[in-house]
């Protein structure tokens, strides 16, 4: 994981768990306004299609450069929104898993911008996971199941698409102790 990514997810995951940037990495101003009308508990991602998220975003903070100028940012706000989700949380997923390089393949396998194993993308009905809108809705359906099966906790989530359900569930529903996967 590129130095310039790392605080943005450990912002992100922070965020999740209610806190602020400035929290996050120490003396950032905070870019995200807390919503007074939801609470704390339940700010993670947008919990239905088309709903507002909690948080909403500064301009001069956005994860990468303008939507206009972001790689991908058409097809990556239409696979998210159809999955329920934030956009920004999408474009995060990709800059991490695979730096927007849609050739980019893992080692066990996993293919894409989202970084998709192809019996996930399977299990979603994609059968092609390495172009790039196939990858996209197979990645963020995914990510959608798994936030509604850890109650919306995206620090879960995040957990789970990076080292895999099972892994969350084996340390009792807890971020698994790899390295790769806390960082």
Same mark, same amino acid.
């Given at each position: 994981?590129?130095?310039?990514?790392?605080?943005?997810?450990?912002?992100?995951?922070?965020?999740? #768990?209610?806190?602020?940037?400035?929290?996050?990495?120490?003396?950032?101003?905070?870019?995200?306004?807390?919503?007074?009308?939801?609470?704390?508990?339940?700010?993670?991602?947008?919990?239905?299609?088309?709903?507002?998220?909690?948080?909403?975003?500064?301009?001069?903070?956005?994860?990468?450069?303008?939507?206009?100028?972001?790689?991908?940012?058409?097809?990556?706000?239409?696979? #998210?929104?159809?999955?329920?989700?934030?956009?920004?949380?999408?474009?995060?997923?990709? #800059?991490?898993?695979?730096?927007?390089?849609?050739?980019?393949?893992?080692?066990?396998?996993?293919?894409?911008?989202?970084?998709?194993?192809?019996?996930?993308?399977?299990?979603?009905?994609?059968?092609?996971?390495?172009?790039?809108?196939?990858?996209?809705?197979?990645?963020?359906?995914?990510?959608?199941?798994?936030?509604?099966?850890?109650?919306?906790?995206?620090?879960?989530?995040? #957990?789970?698409?990076?080292?895999?359900?099972?892994?969350?569930?084996?340390?009792?529903?807890?971020?698994?102790?790899?390295?790769?996967?806390?960082?």
């Amino acid at each position: 994981m590129t130095a310039r990514i790392r605080p943005r997810l450990i912002a992100l995951l922070c965020l999740a #768990a209610g806190a602020d940037i400035a929290c996050a990495v120490g003396t950032l101003p905070s870019p995200y306004r807390l919503s007074p009308t939801v609470s704390t508990a339940t700010m993670t991602t947008m919990s239905q299609p088309h709903q507002r998220s909690a948080y909403q975003m500064d301009d001069r903070y956005r994860l990468a450069k303008p939507d206009d100028q972001r790689p991908y940012a058409a097809q990556i706000a239409s696979a #998210a929104r159809q999955s329920g989700l934030d956009p920004e949380l999408v474009h995060a997923v990709v #800059a991490v898993e695979s730096a927007y390089r849609p050739a980019a393949v893992s080692p066990k396998g996993a293919v894409g911008l989202m970084q998709v194993l192809p019996e996930t993308a399977q299990s979603y009905g994609v059968h092609n996971p390495a172009e790039v809108s196939a990858n996209l809705q197979a990645g963020t359906r995914h990510l959608r199941g798994l936030m509604d099966r850890f109650d919306n906790r995206l620090d879960l989530a995040l #957990a789970a698409y990076n080292a895999g359900e099972g892994a969350v569930k084996r340390h009792g529903n807890a971020i698994p102790p790899y390295a790769e996967t806390r960082s």
